[in-house]
């Protein structure tokens, strides 16, 4: 069983940044497909970001494409997703996700197998 826990979300201004790390557990991420996700209030489930397992590839959404950066170090079993140049339509809590899976749709929810509790970033204008 993959457990996955989110951290480093806050309150930031617009145009600052925050760093949110997803600290795994029971397993090595090492084999996972890993995403990140984010839900607004009343809005579906997101697309953010996602790092395949074995070439390290990385996967943006347009709305977040050179401001968001995926990274994973294996050796420490996290994934960290790095957001520069914040706006206030970033708001929403952000989710962590693995895919036990070789990825198919790797920007649909429903592609994940395991997700963390998610942690809130708000961006204050």
């Known amino acids: 069983q993959l457990q996955l826990v989110e951290s480093g979300g806050g309150l930031v201004q617009a145009g600052g940044s925050l760093r949110l790390s997803c600290a795994a557990s029971?397993?090595?991420?090492?084999?996972?497909?890993m995403g990140w996700f984010r839900q607004a209030p009343g809005k579906e489930r997101e697309f953010v970001a996602a790092?395949?397992?074995?070439?390290?590839?990385?996967y943006y959404a347009d709305s977040v494409k050179g401001r968001f950066t995926i990274s994973r170090d294996n050796a420490k079993n996290t994934v960290y997703l790095q957001m520069n140049s914040l706006k206030p339509e970033d708001t929403a809590v952000y989710y962590c996700?693995?895919?036990?899976?070789?990825?198919?749709?790797?920007?649909?929810?429903?592609?994940?197998?395991?997700w963390g509790q998610g942690t809130q970033v708000t961006v204050s204008s």
């Open positions: 996700a693995g895919d036990k899976k070789p990825f198919r749709v790797l920007g649909a929810a429903g592609e994940y197998d395991y």
């Open positions: 790092i395949t397992w074995n070439s390290g590839r990385t």
């Open positions: 029971g397993r090595a991420i090492s084999t996972y497909g």
